[in-house]
């Protein structure tokens, strides 16, 4: 499909900082990779001289993919090449990627080592490091203050863990700072700033302005009445736009003391949920409604406390940088903060700026202010291409700050250029016309502003949107008061409630499986979660019903039984008095041990005797005393040693098990330490105390599964049917909370009285909440942009509720503080609005769950073959090439055979033409050093015409073969194989030291001839040529003349 007007603009413009701004499904991914494709290709800027950063190392690698793929379709002149063999080590990376790389290149200017700039904390290790760090600086800290600090907090009825998580909310914004520590000691003797006192007010102005909004829906029922409370409330509201506190103080309890009051029923109608919000409204001014001196006398009463807190954080920084530099670890925010320290040196400035011809920076709108000024370091007036789209912007809780691409938008000058992306591609027609329509209305409000703005109304991109069969947006629900009344059975509220939250599942099992028999694969649909918390229970719910579903479970991998046995095995290996895991191995199908046995022996057991102690020498733990021969062995094979003990791993565990433990052993292959069991057991131990990994995923990326993910996973993804779990109510997040954190506003602490007895809310506290309140309302709205826009067919949306008149009135400002989010949001709108759009779809009785299946617990064992038996003699290549003389004895590892084996390994796994770096790279991570001559060996390839010509076609290394000939059956590897239009060529890799090719030839021809042989019966039909190419001797030898 050609790429519209504006997509070719943001193609091809150049020489200018150009912000493209891209609703979802404009197709902004093809345009950023198609602009890095161009500026290859057609303006021949080498990737080596571009920068591209993305949000994920998914997006990264997607980006590489594609560029390859392009690459690799152009005719293979020696450019062409250059940039295939530039490709695996471009700057197209993470932010964090190209952050990483600039603190490698110069840590020396830091300065740090070589060793802490390349080894990245794991999670384990940087909340150990943290801890200690702020252990230790509560210790250094001056007693007197601290104990006030506590005081404080425990006077609010918080623990000293509540400081250490808002010391850790400090922090981390902060750390987004280009300048962390001066900006936590801005804070510090501090009185409120302009800013803070303009959002006390506003949480008055809004609170009334709901008041006004009851009062004008109410005349009808009592026109004096509402009037009067209407004007008294007019002229409170000017006093606030006056920021005139004490004068608002004394209107607003003039209003309530001689106003009359709001009556449950008025004319024999009752208006009982009308009275109870306005009412509630009321009391939460009058509960705030202090005397100006009080607000006065918190604000000076926390200044002290706010330093004693800021000094605080700012020693728990410095002892937890010292630490993990005594660590040599460096985390994510060492690797921002360490690049940011270089590029504002100019010589390194220079360098860089000087290497980047071109930027390119994706999902602009989740930036933070520390990454805009790494950015704007080493940019040029006019070689920055962001794109991004705010109503996108879901990434708040790291610091993400849209206003930064919200400047770039109001920016104008001869250097910058906005470029509108408002064509969706993904979407069927009404699909997209509800995003419009709705977000129109809930994004542009007198509460919020205006976030909508008309070049953020999408347009349909092509006819197969316009042409397709349309669904409107459903709305999937029960009501929980009415269906009370329908039941013969009694259900109070707080039942039928529950009742009904338990059967939203049952609502999207059954609508998926009404899907299903209409021939919709389960496949083509995604149902979407605002967190990860409801997916087990939604997928057990699934499974119930017989659906297969992949969710996104954030834990459960370190509980897994198959997991908790090998753990256990391992820690009792390294230390076999810990009698815990001890006996967890001995009992499981590892030790296969009866509990009997070992209570047999411990029956006369003495307070502090370990069990190994009496149990080591019986004959029930020879089994398990074998496993300890291998304890010294790389951790990688120690494990395989356990999974193959008494065939654990094939036939004591069910798939999901072996999922779990492929996905372990693949840990345990990438840790560096291969010898070190007690630190990778310290580590592996740290994470499971943290229980913050998922299961492995059980299923191929393309099985037939529903698929359920968090809204925020699913971002840049889409999917033919898209169900939505909906939500009705929002938390309190911070009313409650002692200490609030804000990147503009700074800090504020909550307020008791001089006696410490009594808690209340600061001014401060009071405008802080109020903007948290508001930015969490605007980026939620984004949250369900983001879940709306990535259905491509149908979008359902799923809740319960307790009464669809609840939601009668207009989405305003009431209805908005009333907290309730995504559905909330859809009824104040549609019902008062109705659209051909938006559908209501009620289901007036409960289904009833069939019994979750029962988890499959038997395993499968493996069966032995039990027909007839006949001899096939077999041979591999290499073993025809053997003499039948028994070869001396050697057990000790040939460095020849490693050297060799890792040859093999690096022409296959690493680019072409081979790079240096990349050979050095890879063999250092098999922990072998390449010598000089190793390197121009590896490199001579890159000389080689024939094996360039190899290369340009279909090939494949490591190819395996079977093939049976008169009852013998032939098998092994081929080094290289390469299908060219009239022929195939078979190359064979010798690193042997020889003198001339003669040696080669008269000792490999037969295993090259075999090799032949096997895939001329497979491919008769074509001329098949051999060859061998010797590192020792750098050339290729032809073994067909």
């Not at 083509?524 to 019903?545: D, G, M, N």
Request: aromatic fraction near 10%; charge should be negative; proline fraction near 2%.
């Amino acid at each position: 499909m050609p790429f519209s007007k504006a997509q070719q603009q943001a193609i091809d413009l150049r020489n200018k900082n150009i912000l493209v701004s891209a609703s979802a499904g404009s197709g902004k991914t093809s345009v950023l990779v198609e602009r890095l494709c161009k500026l290859v290709l057609v303006d021949k800027i080498s990737i080596d001289r571009i920068l591209a950063m993305t949000f994920t190392e998914d997006a990264a690698n997607e980006m590489k993919d594609r560029l390859k793929k392009r690459l690799q379709a152009e005719t293979q002149t020696d450019y062409i090449q250059s940039q295939l063999a530039l490709l695996e080590t471009a700057s197209i990376c993470t932010i964090d990627g190209f952050c990483l790389s600039i603190v490698k290149n110069y840590y020396y200017k830091i300065p740090i080592s070589y060793k802490m700039s390349k080894s990245v904390a794991s999670s384990a290790q940087a909340n150990k490091a943290f801890l200690d760090a702020y252990n230790e600086a509560c210790n250094s800290i001056n007693t007197n203050d601290f104990v006030k600090l506590k005081l404080f907090f425990s006077s609010l009825g918080k623990t000293e863990d509540d400081i250490l998580s808002n010391i850790r909310d400090l922090i981390n914004v902060a750390m987004s700072k280009p300048d962390s520590n001066e900006w936590i000691r801005s804070l510090m003797n501090k009185s409120c700033s302009e800013d803070t006192f303009n959002w006390f007010f506003q949480y008055f102005i809004e609170q009334i302005e709901s008041m006004i909004e009851i009062c004008k829906n109410m005349k009808e029922a009592d026109e004096q009445l509402f009037s009067l409370k209407e004007e008294s409330l007019n002229t409170c509201l000017d006093f606030l736009y006056k920021k005139d506190y004490a004068f608002f103080k004394k209107q607003f309890e003039i209003y309530f003391n001689n106003t009359p009051g709001f009556k449950k029923t008025i004319n024999k109608v009752s208006y009982e949920k009308e009275q109870g919000e306005f009412k509630k409204i009321e009391g939460n001014i009058l509960n705030v409604l202090y005397e100006k001196e009080e607000y006065d006398q918190d604000l000076n009463n926390n200044i002290e406390r706010i330093n004693t807190f800021c000094t605080l954080s700012l020693l728990t920084m410095d002892i937890f940088a010292k630490k993990k530099k005594e660590m040599e670890i460096i985390d994510f925010t060492d690797m921002e903060h360490f690049a940011y320290k270089l590029l504002r040196q100019p010589m390194i400035q220079e360098e860089v700026r000087n290497k980047y011809q071109m930027i390119l920076v994706d999902e602009f709108q989740d930036t933070n202010e520390l990454q805009e000024n790494i950015i704007q370091c080493f940019a040029r007036k006019d070689n920055v291409f962001r794109v991004g789209d705010i109503k996108q912007s879901i990434y708040g809780f790291r610091q993400a700050r849209p206003e930064i691409m919200q400047g770039h938008m109001d920016k104008e000058d001869e250097n910058s250029c906005l470029i509108v992306l408002d064509e969706n591609y993904r979407s069927n027609q009404s699909i997209v016309e509800f995003n419009n329509e709705f977000y129109d209305h809930i994004m542009n409000t007198t509460l919020l502003g205006k976030n909508f703005r008309q070049d953020d109304i999408a347009k349909v991109g092509t006819t197969r949107q316009k042409d397709a069969e349309q669904h409107p947006v459903r709305f999937l629900y029960t009501e929980y008061l009415s269906w009370m009344e329908t039941q013969e059975e009694s259900f109070n509220k707080i039942q039928a409630k529950s009742l009904h939250k338990n059967n939203v599942y049952d609502l999207i099992a059954n609508d998926i499986l009404t899907k299903h028999e209409q021939g919709i694969p389960y496949s083509s649909i995604c149902i979407l979660t605002r967190t990860h918390s409801p997916q087990e229970e939604l997928k057990k719910v699934l499974e119930a019903y017989e659906i297969p579903v992949l969710a996104e479970i954030d834990h459960g991998f370190y509980t897994n039984h198959a997991i908790q046995i090998v753990l256990s095995t391992l820690i009792s290996l390294n230390d076999p008095n810990d009698d815990i895991a001890l006996m967890a191995s001995l009992c499981s199908p590892i030790g296969n041990v009866l509990y009997n046995d070992i209570a047999g022996c411990c029956i006369d057991k003495e307070k502090n005797t370990s069990l190994y102690s009496l149990v080591k020498d019986k004959p029930f733990m020879q089994s398990w005393q074998q496993l300890r021969q291998y304890k010294n062995e790389p951790i990688s094979d120690l494990i395989r040693h356990i999974y193959n003990h008494n065939d654990f791993y094939f036939n004591y565990t069910t798939n999901q098990d072996k999922t779990n433990l492929d996905q372990f052993l693949e840990m345990a292959s990438q840790f560096e330490a291969q010898n070190d069991l007690d630190l990778f057991l310290e580590q592996i131990i740290n994470d499971s105390n943290q229980d913050a990994v998922g299961e492995a995923y059980p299923y191929g990326k393309d099985a037939d599964v529903v698929k359920i993910k968090t809204m925020h996973h699913s971002k840049g993804l889409q999917f033919p049917i898209v169900y939505i779990l909906s939500s009705h109510t929002t938390k309190d997040k911070y009313s409650n909370n002692p200490v609030l954190v804000d990147p503009v506003l700074g800090i504020s602490l909550n307020a008791l009285d001089p006696s410490l007895k009594f808690k209340r809310t600061s001014l401060s506290h009071l405008a802080f909440v109020t903007k948290k309140n508001h930015d969490d309302l605007k980026e939620e709205m984004r949250v369900f942009y983001v879940a709306t826009t990535r259905a491509e067919k149908e979008l359902v949306i799923v809740d319960y509720i307790d009464d669809i008149k609840s939601y009668s009135s207009s989405l305003n400002t009431s209805s908005l503080l009333e907290k309730s989010s995504y559905t909330g949001w859809l009824l104040h709108t549609y019902l008062n609005k109705p659209s051909s759009l938006f559908k209501l779809d009620k289901k007036n009785q409960l289904y009833k769950r069939p019994l979750p299946l029962k988890k499959d617990d038997n395993i499968d064992t493996n069966q032995f073959y039990q027909g007839s038996i006949s001899s096939i003699s077999g041979q591999t290549a290499s073993a025809a090439k053997q003499s039948l003389e028994w070869p001396d004895i050697d057990l000790t590892k040939k460095l020849s055979t490693t050297r060799g084996t890792l040859f093999h390994e690096i022409v296959a796994n690493c680019a072409f033409p081979y790079q240096k770096e990349d050979c050095i790279n890879y063999a250092h991570k098999h922990n072998f050093t390449l010598q000089a001559t190793d390197i121009k060996q590896l490199l001579s390839l890159n000389e080689c015409h024939i094996y360039k010509e190899m290369m340009q076609n279909k090939h494949e290394f490591e190819c395996s073969y079977i093939i049976r000939e008169n009852e013998k059956i032939y098998h092994g590897f081929i080094d290289l194989i390469a299908w060219h239009p009239e022929h195939i060529s078979i190359l064979d890799f010798k690193t042997d030291t020889v003198q001339n090719e003669t040696e080669l030839i008269d000792k490999y021809h037969a295993q090259l001839d075999t090799y032949k042989k096997a895939i001329h019966l497979i491919e008769p039909d074509k001329k098949i040529k051999t060859y061998i190419y010797s590192f020792h001797l750098r050339k290729i030898i032809y073994l067909d003349q």
